[in-house]
């Protein structure tokens, strides 16, 4: 077994304690649980200051030293994203320049932002709903979906869209129209059911009618 992408030291020895239920370690569990969280944990810096300690390295003091390292880390992460420049200028080339040497140095695809991975559990866009095409994980302004115009012969007189000044609050797009719950009623094999519109954003805004 191996420590997981996304998941902790901690995590780590809770799936490795539930398997060594299963084999005949007896009184040797927490050292085969030690020798293998140090093997088989994702960091080599974590893994040199492990070893550092030697056979005195007790399965809760490596937990302790492991909280330690991945709380400065994710201290160290979130301390470089705060960091990034907002000064601008107004030359042209200077703002190519900027803008080429930021994608050359690696931006996240969920986010657009530099400083680190898509993978990183720290991401801004982690668990956010794009106010684009309503996909989990990833902000408007780095969607790759195509939105689908709206038909000429459409019913719709106009709509609103209330945009927020953060890219991490929601968005809402309203139809114009008494608003009836969001239900319908379908009829199924003959029979009628009541169902709710689900129309891919986070609020339905519908009238009945339409």
């Given at each position: 077994?191996?420590?997981?992408?996304?998941?902790?030291?901690?995590?780590?020895?809770?799936?490795?304690?539930?398997?060594?239920?299963?084999?005949?370690?007896?009184?040797?569990?927490?050292?085969?649980?030690?020798?293998?969280?140090?093997?088989?944990?994702?960091?080599?810096?974590?893994?040199?200051?492990?070893?550092?300690?030697g056979?005195?390295?007790?399965l809760?003091?490596?937990?302790?030293?492991?909280?330690n390292y991945?709380?400065?880390?994710?201290?160290?992460?979130s301390?470089?994203?705060?960091?990034?420049?907002?000064?601008?200028?107004d030359?042209?080339?200077?703002?190519?320049?900027?803008?080429?040497?930021?994608?050359?140095?690696?931006?996240?695809?969920?986010?657009?932002?530099?400083?680190?991975?898509?993978?990183?559990p720290l991401?801004?866009?982690?668990?956010?709903?794009?106010?684009?095409?309503?996909?989990?994980?990833?902000f408007?302004?780095?969607?790759?979906?195509?939105?689908?115009?709206?038909?000429?012969?459409?019913?719709?007189?106009?709509?609103?869209?209330?945009?927020?000044?953060?890219?991490?609050?929601?968005?809402?797009?309203?139809?114009?129209?008494?608003?009836q719950?969001?239900?319908?009623?379908?009829?199924?094999?003959g029979i009628?059911?009541?169902?709710?519109?689900?129309?891919?954003?986070?609020?339905?805004?519908?009238?009945?009618?339409?």
């Open positions: 077994m191996v420590q997981g992408e996304d998941e902790t030291i901690d995590q780590f020895e809770i799936r490795l304690r539930c398997k060594a239920q299963q084999c005949d370690y007896g009184d040797q569990m927490e050292a085969q649980i030690r020798d293998q969280i140090i093997s088989k944990c994702c960091s080599n810096e974590l893994r040199r200051k492990l070893l550092e300690k056979q005195t390295l007790t809760q003091t490596l937990q302790e030293i492991a909280r991945e709380t400065v880390k994710r201290q160290t992460q301390m470089s994203l705060s960091s990034v420049s907002v000064n601008r200028v030359d042209r080339r200077t703002r190519r320049n900027s803008r080429d040497t930021t994608l050359s140095g690696g931006e996240c695809y969920r986010c657009g932002r530099r400083g680190h991975f898509a993978r990183d991401c801004p866009a982690r668990g956010k709903k794009c106010s684009k095409c309503s996909h989990v994980g990833h408007a302004n780095v969607c790759k979906t195509k939105v689908k115009e709206i038909p000429s012969r459409s019913r719709v007189q106009y709509m609103r869209v209330d945009e927020c000044k953060e890219e991490e609050d929601e968005y809402v797009f309203a139809v114009a129209g008494d608003a719950g969001g239900k319908i009623t379908v009829n199924i094999g009628p059911v009541e169902m709710i519109i689900d129309s891919g954003a986070s609020t339905n805004v519908i009238s009945q009618a339409l």
